[in-house]
């Protein structure tokens, strides 16, 4: 068996990252408030258990929230089933901010297929932004 194999194999698969990043650039203006970006989980995900990472440039201030769409068989594009906690992710007066899964308001696991939106709701100063969660594998 090839080394990289043997390797993988030797991982529990619970613990396998899959980074999620939604990009946002709208060149030198302040990024638009409540536009969706949808993404298509690729996986299994237990929401509770995963790293969220935001970073914005310039320096300013910005809140994103994350919204369970249902699945392509049952989407809805402007679900109210909040992800994120009440308030959403943000950074505040900086360029990066970071923090874990604790608090978040959907318990259990979203499916493969699932469709997540992300939405920028509240923004100041911020013109290029990265959002990335990054999940264990269920």
């Given amino acids: 068996m090839a080394e990289w194999k043997k390797l993988l194999t030797a991982i529990p698969t619970n613990t396998l990252r899959a980074g999620i990043s939604v990009v946002y650039d709208n060149g030198s203006t302040v990024l638009p408030l409540n536009v969706p970006v949808f993404f298509v989980m690729p996986f299994d995900w237990a ?56 608090g978040w308001s959907l318990t259990g696991v979203l499916a493969r297929k699932d469709i997540i939106r992300f939405e920028v709701t509240a923004c100041t100063t911020i013109t290029r932004a990265t959002v990335t969660i990054l999940p264990v594998r269920t």
């Fill in 47 to 102: 929401v509770a258990n995963f790293e969220w990472v935001l970073i914005g440039t310039p320096s300013g201030s910005m809140t994103v929230k994350i919204f369970d769409c249902g699945s392509s068989t049952s989407f809805t594009y402007n679900s109210t089933t909040e992800i994120t906690p009440t308030g959403g992710i943000s950074i505040s007066s900086a360029t990066i901010a970071y923090g874990s899964g604790n």
